[in-house]
């Protein structure tokens, strides 16, 4: 991928299924309040984020991009509500 953000932006790649535990899959369209993404690209003036990183941002942020067929957002790093660990 080559999509280089400017300044304190992020790229990030939207993770469109969530399988819960069970076996329950739970897409896109039944999240209400906010989304998962992993952090493909960082912007020069971001602090905090790192490439890889699993975030958590609020639904109505960034903006949708389409590149090679895939789909990603790219927001400002305070947009970014949190970074998710491992279990």
């Not at 790192?50 to 947009?79: A, N, P, R, W």
């Given at each position: 991928?080559?999509?280089?953000?400017?300044?304190?932006?992020?790229?990030?790649?939207?993770?469109?299924?969530k399988?819960?535990?069970?076996?329950?899959?739970?897409?896109?369209?039944?999240?209400e309040?906010?989304?998962?993404?992993?952090?493909?690209?960082?912007?020069?003036d971001?602090?905090r984020?790192?490439?890889?990183?699993?975030?958590?941002?609020?639904?109505?942020?960034?903006?949708?991009?389409?590149?090679?067929?895939?789909?990603?957002?790219?927001?400002?790093?305070?947009?970014?509500?949190?970074?998710?660990?491992?279990?």
């Amino acid at each position: 991928m080559h999509i280089e953000p400017l300044e304190n932006r992020v790229v990030i790649k939207l993770l469109e299924e969530k399988v819960r535990p069970g076996g329950i899959i739970i897409p896109t369209e039944a999240k209400e309040k906010s989304m998962e993404g992993i952090v493909m690209t960082v912007g020069p003036d971001v602090r905090r984020l790192k490439e890889g990183d699993t975030v958590l941002y609020s639904k109505f942020v960034g903006t949708e991009v389409i590149y090679q067929g895939e789909d990603f957002l790219i927001m400002k790093e305070s947009e970014v509500l949190a970074i998710l660990g491992s279990e």
